[in-house]
C-alpha cells in the first residue's frame, strides 16, 4: 500500500498550488479520501473530505472558498487545489486514506511566503 503525495513548494501569498495524491496497492475507488495538514508545533489537522465517489466534498472551515478536493479513480489520485494561500497555510499536507483500514502518506512540505 502507497500513498504518494507531490506538488508542494513555495508560494506567494495570493497565488496557487495544486497537491497531487497517487494511491497503489489499494482498492481506491472504495476509500473515501482526505487531506490533512500539520504546521510545526501544532496538532495535525483535517483539511478536505472528499467521499468514494467524489459525489460529496467537505471542507475545514479555514480553507473554505479557497481550497478544493477533488479525484480521478481512473487515475487513482486525490488532489487538492489550493488558491488564494495564506502564509497560515503553511505546513505538511497529508493524504489520507480510510474505509476499514487507513493509510497514510509521507506528506509535501508547502510554504507560503513572499
Known amino acids: 500500500v502507497q500513498l504518494v503525495e507531490s506538488g508542494g513548494g513555495l508560494v506567494q501569498p495570493g497565488g496557487s498550488l495544486r497537491l497531487s495524491c497517487e494511491a497503489s496497492?489499494?482498492?481506491?475507488?472504495?476509500?473515501?479520501m482526505r487531506w490533512y495538514r500539520q504546521a510545526p508545533g501544532k496538532a495535525r489537522e483535517l483539511v478536505a473530505t472528499?467521499?468514494?465517489?467524489?459525489?460529496?466534498?467537505n471542507y475545514a472551515d479555514f480553507v473554505k472558498g479557497r481550497f478544493t478536493i477533488s479525484r480521478d479513480n481512473a487515475k487513482n489520485t486525490v488532489y487538492l487545489q489550493m488558491s488564494s494561500v495564506k502564509p497560515e497555510d503553511t505546513a505538511v499536507y497529508y493524504c489520507?486514506?480510510?474505509?476499514?483500514?487507513?493509510?497514510w502518506g509521507q506528506g509535501t512540505q508547502v510554504t507560503v511566503s513572499s
Open positions: 489520507n486514506a480510510i474505509r476499514l483500514a487507513t493509510y
Open positions: 472528499i467521499t468514494s465517489d467524489g459525489g460529496i466534498t
Open positions: 496497492g489499494f482498492t481506491f475507488s472504495d476509500y473515501v
